[in-house]
């Protein structure tokens, strides 16, 4: 756990994203493209290829139904839904296509989810119906405020919507707390702290007390044996909220997972279900992010693993370094061999071979495979870890198969898991 300011300034500097970014060409913010739009690289973009293949894999083994929707709708769906009404300032101002055809980028995907679920009529029995989605999104943010991945205006959200009966939210929530917790263990995120955000005495709310009462009930409830801070005032207008924080290099905290429950629009969309009695029901919508967005994360994960991520989202994972011209070809086929397997390989055959372990090192890559003579006649390989470990060499289809397991495992070291 990340304590706020555990680390001094000149170390922070060392570890800032934004210098770690551009060192391994993970992206890049060009003033052309405008603050808060950063460009992913193509280091980058494997990197974050292979997090959201993850993300949609665990949401689909835990019941996840993923779609898609656009990122700019009518201004009258954000009207409906209140955004329009509460949360303008944020937002981009409307673009008129023509007199009575406005459009708007959308700050957040609840809108569209609720109109997955309107598609047709649900019945008690598809409930809880999730509806997930890795979409974009917009914001508005002072130019003052952006930096790097961190605060961006184009944001690429983990983002669902989970349509329950009021008695399964508090399992519903519980399931998404696990799913959460197996995230962060498996990409490496160490939460710095739990809090539950709860009404406050002067702020207006939608819904009536009995239900606030039980939503509230239901989120501590799930949170039992959690360390966890109640902020009462820090509730949504629409429901309480569990939000999960991290604590960046230079010890700024913010939220990377959430959970909140609302009341407000399913009525607005006017929702409903058939319950088991055939009378219509209005579920609750729980809107939840498992790791938040793709920016945020990444911002988080550079730092925190220095830009040495886990091998299975490392953007290179071997690098093949024939000694010289002579093993050109055979470092060629053993990378199409690994690219076969699923594997990201390079080779590297330009300078000195100890230029180019340094390289690789400076790069972070996982598995530096080293090609000499001798490996090249006899179809081995000596493999160096990022760590400085270096095994004896083995066939070169053992080396493909141990990176192979360690990727698949999804483990944090080098070595399969024993
Ligand atoms: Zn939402």
């Keep these: 756990m990340l304590a706020s300011g555990s680390y001094p300034n000149k170390e922070s500097d060392m570890i800032d994203h934004r210098r770690l970014g551009r060192e391994l060409e993970l992206f890049v913010s060009d003033p052309l493209a405008g603050a808060g739009l950063p460009i992913w690289l193509p280091a980058g973009a494997a990197a974050r290829h292979a997090v959201e293949e993850y993300v949609r894999e665990l949401e689909r083994r835990a019941g996840y139904r993923h779609v898609y929707s656009p990122p700019l709708g009518k201004r009258e769906l954000f009207e ?100 959460i917790g197996e995230a962060h263990a498996v990409l490496g995120v160490r939460p710095a702290g739990f809090r539950l955000s709860l009404r406050g005495p002067d702020q207006r709310y939608v819904g009536d007390d009995a239900s606030w009462a039980r939503a509230e009930e239901m989120l501590r409830a799930a949170l039992d044996g959690v360390d966890v801070v109640e902020v009462p005032g820090e509730a949504a207008f629409y429901g309480p909220k569990i939000d999960i924080q991290i604590v960046d290099a230079a010890g700024r905290e913010s939220t990377i997972s959430t959970v909140q429950l609302d009341f407000d629009k399913p009525e607005r969309f006017d929702l409903s279900y058939t319950g088991s009695d055939g009378r219509r029901k209005r579920p609750v919508m729980v809107h939840r992010s498992l790791v938040g967005s793709m920016e945020r994360l990444f911002a988080y994960l550079i730092e925190v693993h220095e830009g040495a991520f886990p091998a299975w989202y490392a953007p290179v994972q071997l690098l093949l370094l024939p000694v010289d011209a002579a093993q050109a070809d055979a470092a060629a086929g053993l990378a199409r061999r690994a690219e076969a397997a699923g594997l990201r390989v390079e080779v590297d055959q330009a300078g000195s071979l100890g230029a180019r372990i340094r390289d690789a090192s400076r790069r972070r890559v996982p598995y530096t495979g080293v090609l000499g003579a001798r490996e090249a006649a006899g179809g081995s390989l000596s493999l160096r870890l990022r760590d400085g470990r270096v095994l004896d060499p083995m066939p070169a289809a053992q080396a493909l198969g141990l990176i192979g397991a360690v990727v698949a495992s999804r483990s944090a070291g080098l070595l399969p898991p024993a």
């Excluded at 997955?116 to 917009?138: D, I, K, N, Q, T």
């Excluded at 943010?141 to 983002?159: F, H, M, T």
């Design 80 to 179: 409906l839904s209140g955004h329009l009404g509460y949360f303008a300032d944020d937002m981009f101002p409307p673009m008129r296509l023509s007199a009575d055809d406005e459009f708007v980028l959308r700050p957040a995907l609840c809108p569209h989810h609720a109109l997955v679920f309107r598609a047709r009529g649900r019945s008690y029995r598809e409930l809880p119906l999730r509806v997930a989605e890795l979409g974009g999104m917009y914001r508005a943010e002072r130019s003052g405020v952006l930096g790097g991945l961190s605060r961006v205006r184009a944001i690429s959200l983990n983002d669902a919507h989970n349509f329950c009966a009021l008695e399964q939210v508090g399992d519903e929530v519980r399931e998404i707390l696990r799913l």
